[in-house]
């Protein structure tokens, strides 16, 4: 079972619409986790971190939200933009500096 | 700055074809990684060196040797390519610095046939 699930594991938006991707995990210790954004053709860049005491953290139209306790992370994108159309990749550094990636979000804007 | 750099960006390989991607990076980080991409299955570490004169196999190392030639770089070598290891390597940096923000190279998309 992977360590770190994500769902949906892609979705199609309405531009100028919202979404929300998940992202659960179950590695532990848990140290931080970090949203990262890929476009197509492109490396990964990291969007935003979370740590353990960070409830909720906003990078322009992306906030991301991280319950510690559930092990659940949230991205949630407002007004969307065809520039928002990539996949979005979950990754938790836990134990002794050990990195778990999700398989992604795909996310497709249309007009 | 150009960050990490990877070469080349595209490969077509004939199966047991031998082949090195090459990787550098500027940022001064210790810790350098190849991963592999493919559809549906997400980014998989294949290798990864820690510091300069380490290097440790990661979830995905059979077919592939690598080599941390001095701070700034990490090559990957495929002595006997074979159809399964079509896919796109990415190289990152940075992973075990502060708070282990990886930095990514752009790809390399790489075919066996």
């Known amino acids: 079972k992977n360590q770190v699930e994500q769902s949906p594991q892609s979705l199609i938006i309405l531009e100028g619409k919202n979404c929300t991707l998940q992202?659960?995990?179950?590695?532990?210790?848990?140290?931080?986790l970090r949203w990262y954004k890929q476009d197509t053709g492109r490396g990964p860049v990291s969007l935003t971190i979370?740590?353990?005491?960070?409830n909720t953290k906003s990078n322009g139209r992306y906030t991301a939200t991280l319950d510690a306790d559930t092990k659940q992370s949230s991205l949630h994108i407002t007004a969307s933009q065809l520039s928002d159309s990539a996949s979005y990749i979950c990754v938790v550094k836990y134990g002794n500096n050990r990195l778990a990636f999700g398989k992604g979000n795909q996310v497709v804007v249309i007009p | 700055n150009a960050g990490v750099t990877q070469t080349p960006k595209f490969q077509v390989l004939k199966t047991g074809q031998s082949m090195t991607l090459q990787c550098a990076q500027d940022m001064n980080h210790n810790s350098m990684y190849w991963y592999r991409q493919d559809p549906g299955m997400g980014l998989r570490l294949i290798y990864y060196s820690a510091s300069e004169g380490t290097t440790d196999k990661g979830e995905v190392p059979n077919g592939y040797n690598v080599s941390r030639l001095n701070k700034r770089e990490f090559s990957l070598r495929l002595e006997s390519a074979a159809p399964s290891q079509t896919s796109v390597y990415f190289c990152?940096?940075?992973?075990?610095?502060?708070?282990?923000?990886?930095?990514f190279g752009e790809g390399s998309r790489l075919t066996v046939l």
């Open positions: 992202c659960n995990y179950t590695v532990s210790p848990f140290s931080n």
């Open positions: 990152a940096s940075g992973g075990l610095e502060n708070t282990g923000e990886l930095f």
């Open positions: 979370m740590t353990f005491s960070e």
